[in-house]
Every structure is written in structure tokens, then in C-alpha cells.
Nanobody, 121 residues
């Protein structure tokens, strides 16, 4: 089975930085896209950033220029570097893998357990 382990969340002051990591374990042959979503209290889950296997990236308008997504294919890990954080970035951040080929076959997607990011003074 494929499992995702997220890390890097926490409390940071406005203007600060955090780096989120999400490592996928299991016998994985390919992952089409890796991404980060977030959900703030009372709001719907939204896409923050994604990166495909050919390194094409997509960002929410609200984080462009502040967040950077990257992936390490050898270790099936995706990162989210978050700079110039704002209070409105406060949310639970979820890792997502899209179209995964693993030893058990194809799986449409996997989700991480979520990591809390709080931006507050």
C-alpha cells in the first residue's frame, strides 16, 4: 500500500517561512502529478500548487510569487516552500498524489493526513 507522510507545518509569524514535505512510501513506479491543497476553517479545500512529472507547475493566484513547489522523483517526495506567509495562509495543508502506478496497479489519487500551518503574531 502507498502511504503519505507529511511534515513541516507549525506556527510562524507573518512574513516568515515554512517548508512542507510529503514523502510517499511503498513500491511506486510513477506519479503523474503531486500537489498541495489547503482547507481553512469554514472553507472548501482548495488547490495551492501542483507539479507534474515533466515539472510543469500550477499555482493558486493567492500564492504566486511566494510559494514554490518542487519534487524529488527518486524519493517520491514533494515539497512546498512557503515564503512571506500571511495570516490568510493559515489552514490545514494536504498532500495529494494524482495517478499513481504502484506494485498493486493504478490508483487515481492518494491524500496525506494533513499538517497545520498557522500564521499569527
Amino acid at each position: 500500500q502507498v502511504q503519505l507522510v507529511e511534515s513541516g507545518g507549525g506556527l510562524v509569524q507573518p512574513g516568515g517561512s515554512l517548508r512542507l514535505s510529503c514523502a510517499a512510501s511503498g513500491t511506486i513506479f510513477s506519479i503523474y502529478a503531486m500537489g498541495w491543497y489547503r482547507q481553512a476553517p469554514g472553507k472548501q479545500r482548495e488547490l495551492v500548487a501542483s507539479i507534474t512529472s515533466d515539472e510543469s507547475t500550477n499555482y493558486a493566484d493567492s500564492v504566486k510569487g511566494r510559494f514554490t513547489i518542487s519534487r524529488d522523483n527518486a524519493n517520491n517526495t514533494v515539497y512546498l516552500q512557503m515564503n512571506s506567509l500571511k495570516p490568510e495562509d493559515t489552514a490545514v495543508y494536504y498532500c495529494n498524489l494524482d495517478h499513481v502506478l504502484w506494485e498493486g496497479g493504478w490508483e487515481l489519487e492518494y491524500w496525506g493526513q494533513g499538517t497545520q500551518v498557522t500564521v499569527s503574531s
